[in-house]
């Protein structure tokens, strides 16, 4: 099977290509330039692997949660790219991809992501038998401070919810994580990783939809200045 994935929730620009047993893949931190280089890193992947478009069986999506604008990028071209081609989509969740950069082991990983305006995307996962992940909980979005606790036993933290608030998140941990790492971000080889596992999990290119979580972009101006 021949698989695209594509993720660009974040500050990261990444896309990989699954092809049989062979793994071809670009990443870049590139902030407001993912429109750019979206297309032009298909197209290098596909290159490499020696592959055309019409060879591809599957797009795999993270499909947030993340950044706004790069979340409807990601959904929107996976979306053009498989209708053109007549072929599924497989969403995956960013948090879940960006969980399984965390270490191997029985911790349970909590993966956020910076959601600005004084908040975090969070998900709880669970390390699977075969290496992969699966949530523990709902994903959630809201303050640091507030964030849902699925258990108290030591955990792995990634992602840049974690640079950002790591005061905040190792106090309602209850401590220091047994391993923490804030400058990770969702990528699309793992989004391939996860998508792979799933391809039962595929649907019409319609309805691989974006996940938001909030429906809020940015605070209003007396909100600003509550917060000064």
Partial sequence: ??????????ESCSVALLSGERLF?????APRRHAELLLPMCDEVLAEAGLARRGLDAIAVGC???????V?????AAQGIAFALGIPVVPVSSLAALALQAPDGDAP???VIDARMGEIYAGWFRRRPDGLVEPSSAETVGPA??????????????????????DVLRERLG????????????????????????????????QALPVYLRDKVALTLAEQQRGR
């Avoid at 099977?1 to 974040?10: D, Q, S």
């Avoid at 947030?64 to 790069?70: D, E, N, R």
């Avoid at 792979?196 to 319609?206: H, I, T």
Wanted: proline share 6%; charged share 20%; net charge negative.
């Fill in 1 to 10: 099977m021949n698989l695209l994935a594509i993720e660009t929730a974040t």
């Fill in 25 to 29: 893949a670009r990443s870049e931190l």
């Fill in 64 to 70: 947030g949660p993340g950044a706004f604008t790069g």
């Fill in 72 to 76: 409807r990028l990601a959904v929107s």
């Fill in 109 to 111: 990983i909590l993966a």
């Fill in 145 to 166: 401070a507030g964030l849902p606790l699925a258990t108290r036993a030591a955990c792995h933290v990634v992602g840049s919810g974690w640079s950002t608030y790591r």
């Fill in 175 to 206: 401590g220091e994580p047994a391993w923490a790492e804030g400058d990770r971000f969702p990528q699309a080889v793992d989004v391939a990783r996860l998508a792979w596992s799933r391809f039962g999990d595929a649907v019409a290119p319609e």
